[in-house]
Nanobody
Framework: QVQLVESGGGLVQAGGSLRLSCAASGSIFSINSMGWYRQTPGKQRELVAT?????SAEYVDSVKGRFTISTAKNTVYLQMNSLKPEDTAVYYC???????????????WGPGTQVTVSS
């Protein structure tokens, strides 16, 4: 069983910074990628940033130059700077994991953490 546990969300004023963390634990043979998505009420969940193992990070255009994704062991971070009110959303951690050498890869999700940016 794989679990993703997020931390670091909260309330911040526009222009401020937050750092999200997400640790993966449990039965993990390999991690193919880790990333962050976000969702606001009535909208589809959108990709914010992703970090494939051994490859370059990718970002949605709206956060380029402001957000930075990084990984260490089984943890993914999202450093969010120059936050804007439109960044307000529930942020979800995602990981593409192979649990055992013979299992298929599958997506795992964290429960989500609220980020609120006030104007």
């Amino acid at each position: 069983q794989v679990q993703l546990v997020e931390s670091g969300g909260g309330l911040v004023q526009a222009g401020g910074s937050l750092r999200l963390s997400c640790a993966a634990s449990g039965s993990i043979f390999s991690i193919n990628s880790m990333g962050w998505y976000r969702q606001t009420p009535g909208k589809q969940r959108e990709l914010v940033a992703t970090m494939p193992t051994g490859d370059s990070a990718e970002y949605v255009d709206s956060v380029k130059g402001r957000f930075t994704i990084s990984t260490a062991k089984n943890t993914v971070y999202l450093q969010m700077n120059s936050l804007k009110p439109e960044d307000t959303a529930v942020y979800y951690c995602n990981a593409d994991i192979r649990a055992t050498p013979i299992s298929n890869r599958r997506d795992y999700w964290g429960p989500g953490t609220q980020v609120t940016v006030s104007s």
